[in-house]
């Protein structure tokens, strides 16, 4: 007989059980970040793995697992679903069970009831599942019915945690040395511990966004300017709720025909808020007043500017609600001495647009203008 016969009808049998997973595997991933970003969970990663032939032939044999054949292994299909924050695990496990999969619950675990101090990394919710049949009725998806696969929902650092100890060859306790467990115990407390502070972190956040909005609404409301100190969500809240910005965003418009975009995009406004305050404009109340000191000749620079400028994406026939705020800022800048102004240049020097570069050459007259007259 062929020695090779056994190792050949290994691999034949490992092809056949595998024959359809990664093309599930697809499936499942494009199927679960759809049905998140419908529920409006954001997560860090979806993805999928099919279990390699020598790491499931390593399975098989071993006879603490006591399986038959290939298809006998319920993780030859694993897909993970990494989450930013810990009590996301919850939220995705409960949107996707109730339409994505059908729960085999006898061979699904939470190791996260389980895990010992030491055992950060495998607080993961695992599910042994099947996909529903409300997918599998459809005919695009009736070749999977039955097909049995593992889903694992964790956070981003207990990923982490796993991957790096799955790469350091040491899944069980009393397989570490000795003298390490102590370490790795001290590190899976950390990890935990940033864990649930990135957690308190977003919902202080929140809070605290929730609760300026409502300041700042107020403020509105009553006609008078916040002291509130300006940061992202600061700013935010006053693009949204100010009318001077919003009426001289809409001349602007008017003198460009052009629409106003009443939307705020957290990566500009963000921006924003680090070039006021190093300008010196650090709360509401002042930028404000400056946009009200200012509105003229910042409607007449941003139409200037504009005009000899061709727009692309989303501001090709819109101007953002926020762009008086950007003219200001040069305009608050082209008034610094010129030590100020040249340490703020080198703060943005990261800066590539054209206004910028622009703006930079225009202070550069500017400067040269003052040298002349000042001989």
Same mark, same amino acid.
């Given at each position: 007989?062929?020695?090779? !016969? +056994? ?40 993805? =999928? ?19 038959? !054949?290939? #298809?006998?292994? $319920? ?12 009590? !996301? ?21 939470? @190791? ?9 990394? *495998? ?35 207990? =990923? ?5 100890? $799955?790469?350091?060859? *040491?899944?069980? /306790? *009393?397989?570490?040395? $000795? ?39 107020? @403020?509105?409301? &009553? ?13 935010? %809240? ?7 910005? #919003?009426?001289?965003?809409? #001349? ?10 009443? @939307?705020?995009? +957290?990566?500009?406004?963000?921006? /924003? ?34 005009? %000899? ?14 762009? +008086?705020? $950007? *003219? ?6 082209? @008034?610094? &001495?010129?030590?100020?102004?040249? #340490? ?21 007259? !500017? ?9």
């Amino acid at each position: 007989m062929n020695r090779k !016969q +056994p190792a050949q009808l290994a691999r034949s049998a490992y092809e056949e059980a595998v024959a359809d997973l990664d093309d599930l595997g697809r499936h499942l991933v494009l199927i679960i970040e759809n049905t998140l970003q419908n529920a409006g969970i954001y997560v860090h990663v979806v993805r =999928h793995r099919v279990k390699k032939f020598e790491s499931a032939t390593q399975k098989l044999a071993s006879t603490f697992y006591r399986f038959a !054949q290939f #298809r006998d292994l $319920h993780d030859l299909l694993g897909v993970r679903v990494i989450t930013y924050f810990p009590d !996301q695990v919850n939220e995705v496990a409960s949107c996707i069970t109730k339409t994505v999969l059908s729960i085999d619950a006898d061979r699904s675990i939470d @190791k996260r009831a389980l895990h010992d101090f030491d055992r950060f990394g *495998y607080m993961s919710l695992h599910y042994v599942a099947t996909l529903s049949n409300s997918y599998c009725s459809l005919p695009a998806y009736a070749k999977f019915q039955g097909i049995r696969f593992e889903v694992q929902i964790r956070s981003i650092l207990q =990923h982490a945690w796993a991957e790096t100890e $799955h790469d350091l060859g *040491y899944k069980s /306790q *009393y397989g570490i040395p $000795h003298d390490f467990r102590r370490r790795f115990s001290r590190l899976a407390g950390l990890l935990e511990l940033a864990d649930e502070e990135f957690q308190n972190i977003r919902n202080g956040l929140t809070e605290y966004r929730d609760r300026t909005q409502a300041v700042i609404s107020q @403020k509105v409301a &009553d006609g008078l300017s916040s002291t509130l100190k300006i940061d992202q969500i600061t700013l935010g %809240g006053f693009i949204q709720n100010n009318n001077l910005l #919003r009426d001289i965003s809409k #001349r602007i418009a008017s003198n460009l025909g052009k629409q106003v975009d009443p @939307k705020t995009y +957290p990566i500009i406004v963000g921006r /924003q808020a680090d070039y006021l305050n190093s300008i010196g404009i650090n709360t509401l109340h002042d930028l404000e007043a400056r946009l009200e000191a200012s509105q003229t000749p910042i409607i007449e620079l941003a139409t200037v500017w504009l005009s %000899g400028r061709a727009q692309y994406g989303r501001f090709r026939d819109k101007i953002s609600v926020s762009l +008086p705020i $950007h *003219y200001l800022g040069f305009i608050e800048l082209l @008034k610094l &001495d010129e030590e100020e102004a040249r #340490r703020i240049f080198d703060i943005f020097a990261h800066e590539s647009t054209d206004e910028f570069r622009d703006l930079k050459l225009l202070f550069e007259r !500017q400067q040269q203008d003052r040298n002349q007259g000042s001989r």
